[in-house]
Nanobody, 115 residues
Framework: QVQLVESGGGLVQPGGSLRLSCAAS????????MGWYRQVSGKQRELVAS???????TYGDSVKGRFTISRDNAKNTVYLQMNSLKPEDTAVYYC?????????WGQGTQVTVSS
């Protein structure tokens, strides 16, 4: 059973930065992709950023140029560096790990951007 544990969320002022971490219980080499999604209550979960096994990255339009996804294979961890945060970035952020036939999700971490 794969477990994903997110950390690094919290309260930050507009313009600030946070780094989220997603630690997997096993080797992340087994996943074809890993990514970060976010969800605001009452809205659909949306892609923030993803990274393929070959290190190709994809970003949601609203975070391009501000967020960076990266992976540390030795630590089985994926990171999301979030800079220039805006109030509209407030959401629960979820980590997802994908295999060919199944996706795994973490429990989510709250990010609140407010003055």
């Amino acid at each position: 059973q794969v477990q994903l544990v997110e950390s690094g969320g919290g309260l930050v002022q507009p313009g600030g930065s946070l780094r989220l971490s997603c630690a997997a219980s096993g080797s992340i080499f087994s996943f074809v992709a890993m990514g970060w999604y976010r969800q605001v209550s009452g809205k659909q979960r949306e892609l923030v950023a993803s990274i393929q096994s070959g290190s190709t990255t994809t970003y949601g339009d609203s975070v391009k140029g501000r967020f960076t996804i990266s992976r540390d294979n030795a630590k089985n961890t994926v990171y999301l560096q979030m800079n220039s945060l805006k109030p509209e970035d407030t959401a629960v952020y979820y980590c997802k790990a994908s295999r060919v036939l199944y996706d795994y999700w973490g429990q989510g971490t709250q990010v609140t951007v407010s003055s």
